[in-house]
């Protein structure tokens, strides 16, 4: 009957408003450093890349377990829309974004797929990674509030999400690298747990 | 004239006036399930309630489009908002968190009373054990965030079990976290009215709260554009009664105008005009009058045929004063006349005779109402009508009317040959299509329009709503009781779904279990000491950190004592909707419905629920029953059409006691209907049940063109210039082109009509009413020859 769908919405909106929380990011293969260091400088820098892949490997400080977790695997950005981490240790996972659409697939190979627009939080999650890997400032700032430190050779962009439903959970993304390079993610969330990952060049 | 000699006069003005009394207090209906059988099967009962009473009925879907996205998801937003405040509305949602959340936190808090996982196994050390195990690879998967949340009061992932138990396919896309149609264009919301489905004024008063608010929010949010669409059972109703209300008002006051012109062009007499209409008011008050008295109430429909006293009703003034005005009429040429005209009310009032016997309270008004109105038509025609007017009243048609037409009568004869080829034709083409000309959808029968349904459908597929196609119904005399018997459904479900026979299913038992399965779960949660126990044991060696794990501990204990959950603990949920439209109170009890999706092997679902050896619990396949009862509905009345075909012939046989003379009077009928049913499923048409009531109406209004034809054949034919009892072939001509042509407008108008049914029947009498007249003049015999 008609009234099952908000269930399903929920569930959904549940899942999704922290799933993306692990989610890596990668490292630009190339970048030419040119002053004056800024946020315009650093996403035209950052834009310049078509294509990247990188391995990672990322810990999570989880509140309920007393040592962190660690994962790792690799990364890949294709411009303008294409992003996708693939967990290979210690469960084979993947988690693919393409365009509006998002899959999972889990080690069972059970396989989900979602759209984007459907869940804000989720999109405003996915943006973080994909704008900055874009250089797309505009997008950023739709989401979130952006701050810059340091300088070209060890900046760190600080991401603060604007959207009420995601700062419910996320207080914090931070991004760190050099120059057109991104070499760590790090994600504070509101009750305390955190994941970093670090992100390495891809040696293949 | 002396007292005497008026007292039909004062009688008929008595009559009139009772009637009229009795009219007006009717009661008028538009209601659909009055052409629902009135003794139907139980499988069919469950049907009827469930169009009338159930919670689909009250389901109002909402369509907001006109502006840009951004405004549509803030107009959704605060319409839903107003609506769910709304003390004329159940339920309202727009897709919206926090109204998804309400259900959610409801699934959340009850989750160990709820969830068929709580069983005692799932609380041992080794149950617990394998369920943080579990626990450790989500926290590590994507989904990780959303454990660490979670996982502290929830280990064993209860939650989560019901959320995906709850799970449906399809569903609203969402934008700017509201429901909107596939194109993004248009924002939905879904309303469900306190009012039952078949309340109609409540509806409305419903509907026009709901324009009212929209109105007032789309001002707000500076949006003058954005319109809004709603629709559903309710809204139909609504519309049903104002489009059947409008055109039955509008289409007889034209058809009466339409009449009136026609008749004065002919006789340019008021008064004419006047005394024509007198049998047909009368017949109709009466009509009317004879309905309420015996069923109660009105239907819309019912007062459509109005038309058909018109087409017929006008005639008999028509034949009277044709046959008067001729000026060479004798008493031997009237009583004549009333033989023929007897005769034809007779052979109508067979062919309307059977309906009544109709298991369909809406067939058998249409038959009462028609009989009623003939005969009295008839009578005021004969008894009445030659006391208002003057001895000798002559009235005088177009002069040069008789001539033009009598001469295409004398030369229809020569189309003999070309109407066989006709009906043979007709014949093949209907025996081709077979079973398939008719239409057996019950929506054919509903008077909504079909685009109305079309944008139902539409947005309930924006909607996601998955069609419910097989439905497993359980009864029971108390709620505990039908609930149990669910849940046994259930498990039986479950076991043909990891069989594969069906993709899933729902039961009103998930989201309310029965009082003895609660309390069953709360048997299998263990003490809090106990489970503490369980718990540090089952983590060891697992890197949790137990003591977070209070909540747990909490819930649990509190959940073990907790009263069981009712009906009223759902209040203002999504899923109270939900529950109403799985389980409802009846008259005499309650039933569950469990709405199974994708049934791919309904053989083996029906076996394995007979196996259950319980009575009260059956399989419905919807779709069929619907059109089993449809199909039933059509057989009776090709049945009624059949019977009344032949009980119009008998009273012909009896009356003309010549078998040649009967067979004269019915083959141009034959004809006339076997071109007509070919004309109708030409191009893909369907008949259904009201094509079939007007094709009894045919054979009714046929019958007296066929014996007037056949009547001055018999005494010469027209193409001897030589009066019949002093009545000249070209007035017989003339009056029959005039009752043809009112009876054409009269149904010709009813064709236009929004509503299918009184469409179906206007299309099929017009046509065939002239078919029959046409076909009578070119198989007339040539008497003489």
Redesign the interface.
Known sequence: ???????????R???W???????GSLAPACADAEPPFGLEQLMIELGRVPHAKARFVER?Y??????P?E?SGTLEYRAPGYLERRTLK??P?S?VVDGDVLT?E??RGQRRTF?L????ALWAFVESIRSTLKGDLAALDRFYRVTLEGDERDWRLGLTPKQP?MSA?VSLIQIGGSAGKIGTIEIR?T?G?RSVMTISEDGS | MTLRGRAPVYLWVLFLGACAVVASQARFTTDLSAFLPRSPTPSQRILVDQLREG??SQ?V?IGVDGAPQSQLSQISDALAERLARDPLFAYA?N?A?A???A??QF?LRNRYLLSPGVVPERFTVAGLRAALQED??W????????A??L??ADPTGEFLRL??L???E????????VWFSGDGTRALL?AQTRAKGFDIDAQELALGRLRALFAEVAKEQGAPAARMVATGPGVFAIATRAAIKQDVSRISLLAVLLVSCLLLIVYRSARVLFLTLLPVVTGATAGVAAVSLAFGSVHGITLGFGATLLGEGVDYAIYLFTNAASGRSSDRALSRLWRTLRLGVLTSVCGFGVMLLSDFSGLAQLGLFSIAGLIVAFAVTRLVLPHLSPAGYRAQPLATLGPSLLRLVQAAPKLRYPLLVLVVLGAALLAVRGNSVWNDRLGSLSPVPEADQQWYERL?KD????D?RYLVVASHATQQGALETAEQVGAVLERLQQAGSLAGF?SPARILPSDRTQRQRQQALPETPVLQRSLSAAARGL???VE?FQPFLRDVTSAKGAPTLTRTDLAAT??K??LD??LAERRDGWIAML?LRDVRDASAVAAALAALHVDSVHLFDLGREVDELYRGYRGQALTFALIGAGAIAMVLLISLRSLRRTWAVMVPLVAALVVLGAVLTLRGGQLGMFHLVGMLLVVGVGSNYALFFENQSAAGGFFEQRPLDGVDPQTTVVSLALCNASTAIGFGLLALARAPVLSAIGVTVALGAFLSLAFSAVLARQGGR
Request: net charge positive.
């Open positions: 009957m008609i009234s099952g769908t908000p269930l399903r919405v929920s569930r909106a549940l899942a408003l922290l799933v993306g929380i692990t989610l999570k989880i509140k309920l377990l007393k040592r977790l994962l210690p469960k996972e988690f999972l889990n080690a759209a627009q459907d869940n804000l439903r959970v969330e009750q747990d | 919670v689909v389901l879907l949602s897709g968190q109204r998804v959340e259900d959610g699934l450790l690879d926290l590590a998967s994507p989904m990780g965030s959303l660490s949340r996982l502290p959320l995906d709850f799970q449906f399809g569903g609203p896309q969402k934008r700017d976290g879904i309930q909607l996601g709503a998955p419910a729902e890197p949790f950190r977070l999504g899923l909707v939900r439209s799985l709405s």
